[in-house]
């Protein structure tokens, strides 16, 4: 079901006319400016426990088949009633980074897992803006534009709907962070041309190895047994190479 999965993930009915997409990002020019985010973020937190709590009934449910389906998350569904605890704070992304490498962050990590998306969580339906937040580090450099941040921003300037993460997210929505994106087909050549060329290529995915739903995952590199992927739900997933048969089926755009 929408919500047995991350909830929210999928693609508005008007994208899905197209069968291959992909998004690449560009070197930018400015940093965005988090300051009112992040004061607005660690200053209501309380607001946000609130929504949450308006939904808990769904959020619990949703939680129980994340754990049963993703064994990594039992820690961060184990801690959901202390949400509380993380909600609010500050969030210090430096030694989660290394300079020169696409950084993983995990959609349910407890920093800014429990904060509301939508009527979820990004720890349930926050993989779009995740995949965001590592791309936007990755050529920024720039530490404040966390998923938290980045769910914030997704909500705010409209790049989310009841079907989850706009897609025009990828296209229109990065030019205010300094990317940009594009669409590309689904094929094994261009997906390692732009890869070449320094992007990153956001996917959307079928039901199979990384969802029973809907999912964003990033490719940032590729090499003679596969693609590389950074998961934002599953370390397991951004451990080994994907080869092209493997993945190709289960990209529902790019």
Request: net charge negative; glycine share 8%; aromatic share 12%.
């Amino acid at each position: 079901s929408f919500w047995q999965d991350y909830g929210g993930e999928i693609l508005p009915t008007v994208n899905h006319l197209y069968y291959q997409l992909t998004a690449r990002y560009d070197l930018p020019v400015s940093k965005y400016d988090f300051a009112a985010l992040q004061e607005e973020n660690e200053t209501t937190f309380a607001e946000s426990l609130s929504s949450v709590d308006a939904d808990a009934e769904n959020i619990t449910e949703a939680l129980s088949e994340l754990v049963k389906n993703n064994a990594e998350a039992a820690d961060f569904v184990a801690d959901y009633p202390n949400r509380q605890n993380y909600l609010g704070q500050s969030i210090d992304l430096t030694h989660d980074v290394i300079i020169g490498q696409v950084p993983l962050f995990l959609q349910w990590d407890k920093r800014w897992g429990y904060v509301s998306f939508g009527d979820s969580i990004i720890g349930l339906s926050g993989c779009g803006p995740t995949c965001l937040s590592m791309a936007y580090v990755y050529f920024t450099r720039d530490l404040n534009g966390t998923p938290r941040e980045m769910a914030s921003y997704c909500e705010k300037n409209g790049y989310y709907t009841e079907s989850g993460t706009s897609w025009s997210l990828w296209t229109d929505g990065l030019s205010a962070l300094g990317l940009s994106g594009e669409e590309l087909s689904l094929s094994e050549n261009s997906m390692k041309k732009a890869l070449d060329q320094g992007k990153l290529i956001v996917c959307s995915m079928r039901p199979g190895d990384f969802t029973t739903s809907g999912h964003y995952i990033l490719l940032f590199d590729y090499d003679d047994t596969g693609f590389c992927v950074k998961d934002p739900n599953r370390v397991s997933n951004s451990s080994h190479t994907w080869d092209y048969v493997t993945l190709s089926p289960q990209i529902k755009n790019l």
